[in-house]
């Protein structure tokens, strides 16, 4: 078996999961709280062109980051007093966040820089570069021979374990968080009671418009964090048409996967991310097994999974009972 392309596989499954994990999170954080958040897609996409623009015009990263946080924050408080204040329909909010933001971002992309609906390339300082960790190999200074040569824990650290962004590091202890956020303290019981019986919560004096607000919040940031990873830590860095491409849906479908739960969710990610590295791999079926596949079918994969896990194939799903529906506090 060739090892190599193997690793390497494994190196982008991590890279591609780790935005859909982001978003997957965010939308467990926000529906836990009983708002169905379809516009996890318009975040992510605000996000990564507002990180690219503010760091190719000032050459920060940091805040380039930083100004993709504000964003998807605005676009979350839209989604939450049109759900939550208005007591709107969440799902239309969120389906008007994604139009708003595919729209917005192109027109303000070409006004900004007028290369069609993109930003500059982002150069070293405007992008997050990989984080060497201690006793990792730079693997780029070794002849593809050197390193069949090398002990395979050793390539399996130094090119899968290390080499990533630190968004990509900050996902894997985001996942451990939630669950200890939501299990084990008193704000994550109240924001899954918020879900299942707000007005039970009502009953006990604490505010649900409170919780769901700062569900819709967290579920803001996580979004920016997903975004920025697309456009500021990856080798190509920058801004691109409809970059996100589907995510925020394949997100929203991991979470159903994972039945709204923060482990099974690294998992169903890890699944996704799995499908869309074979997209930039098509030669690994021909190294592998000696089949070729036709690229259009690798590239549909992830949303082929997509429509079979929402077609409820994986088992039943149930979701927060108060889910999508607006809380009215009795008088």
């Excluded at 994990?21 to 996000?47: P, Q, T």
């Excluded at 290369?115 to 984080?131: A, K, M, N, W, Y």
């Excluded at 070794?142 to 968004?167: K, W």
Aim: with cysteine; hydrophobic share 55%.
């Amino acid at each position: 078996m060739d090892w190599t392309t193997v690793i390497l596989l494994l190196d982008s499954t991590i890279r591609t999961a780790t935005p859909l994990l982001l978003a997957c999170l965010a939308g467990l954080f926000s529906e836990r709280a009983g708002i169905f958040d379809i516009g996890l897609e318009g975040k992510m996409l605000v996000a990564a062109f507002l990180s690219a623009a503010f760091a190719s015009v000032t050459g920060s990263v940091w805040l380039g980051l930083l100004m993709g946080v504000a964003g998807s924050l605005v676009l979350s408080a839209i989604h939450g007093l049109a759900s939550i204040t208005f007591r709107g329909n969440q799902l239309i909010s969120g389906v008007a966040i994604n139009f708003l933001a595919a729209g917005l971002t192109v027109v303000v992309a070409q006004d900004w820089f007028a290369e069609g609906g993109r930003t500059p390339q982002l150069g070293d300082g405007e992008r997050f570069s990989g984080i060497v960790l201690p006793g990792a190999l730079d693997l780029r200074t070794f002849t593809i021979a050197e390193q069949r040569d090398l002990p395979l824990l050793q390539r399996f650290y130094s090119d899968v374990i290390s080499g990533h962004s630190i968004l990509v590091y900050l996902a894997a202890l985001v996942v451990p968080l939630t669950w200890w956020v939501l299990y084990r303290t008193r704000f994550g019981l109240r924001l899954r009671a918020v879900g299942e019986n707000p007005a039970a919560v009502d009953t006990a004096g604490i505010s649900v418009t409170r919780l769901r607000f700062a569900a819709v919040g967290i579920a803001g940031v996580l979004c920016a964090l997903a975004g920025a990873q697309l456009a500021v830590a990856e080798p190509a860095a920058g801004f691109t048409r409809d970059m996100t491409a589907g995510r925020g849906y394949i997100a929203l479908a991991a979470l159903i996967f994972a039945k709204w739960r923060p482990y099974p969710a690294l998992g169903a990610c890890l699944l996704f991310g799995f499908f869309q590295a074979l997209e930039a791999r098509p030669d690994l079926f021909v190294t592998l097994f000696n089949l070729r596949v036709p690229s259009a079918l690798l590239s549909a994969l992830p949303y082929i999974l997509t429509v079979i896990i929402l077609a409820g194939f994986v088992g039943r799903a149930i979701p927060p009972r108060a889910g999508g529906e607006p809380y009215v506090k009795e008088r």
